[in-house]
């Protein structure tokens, strides 16, 4: 069975950091595509960052070189990596998993994440 799991969320201020983590289980991470959306209320899910399983990534332009994703596949765990945070990346992060030939998605339950001051 599948599970994702999230986690590394929190209360941070403007210009702070965090580092959120993804751990697979169901032995997919390795074939999978992995990747970071975020979602605020009454908003659509939208992607942050994506990583392959051949380690190219991918980044939404509201980024602009502030996150980095990584993956480590023998720990089954992605990563992702917030620098300099916004107010507005207030929001749920939910970490998502794609195994390669497969039309089935899995989903986390989401971890929150508040820049405040």
């Known amino acids: 069975q599948v599970q994702v799991v999230e986690s590394g969320g929190g209360f941070v201020q403007p210009g702070g950091s965090l580092i959120l983590s993804c751990v697979v289980s169901?032995?997919?991470?390795?074939?999978?595509?992995m990747a970071w959306y975020r979602q605020t209320p009454g908003k659509q899910r939208e992607l942050v960052a994506g990583i392959t399983n051949g380690m190219t990534t991918n980044y939404a332009d509201f980024v602009q070189g502030r996150f980095t994703i990584s993956r480590d596949n023998a720990k089954e765990t992605a990563y992702l990596q917030m620098n300099n945070l916004k107010v507005g990346g207030t929001a749920v992060y939910y970490c998502n998993a794609k195994p390669k030939f497969s039309s089935i998605e899995y989903w986390g339950m989401g971890t929150q994440v508040t820049v405040s001051s």
């Open positions: 169901g032995r997919i991470f390795s074939t999978s595509a």
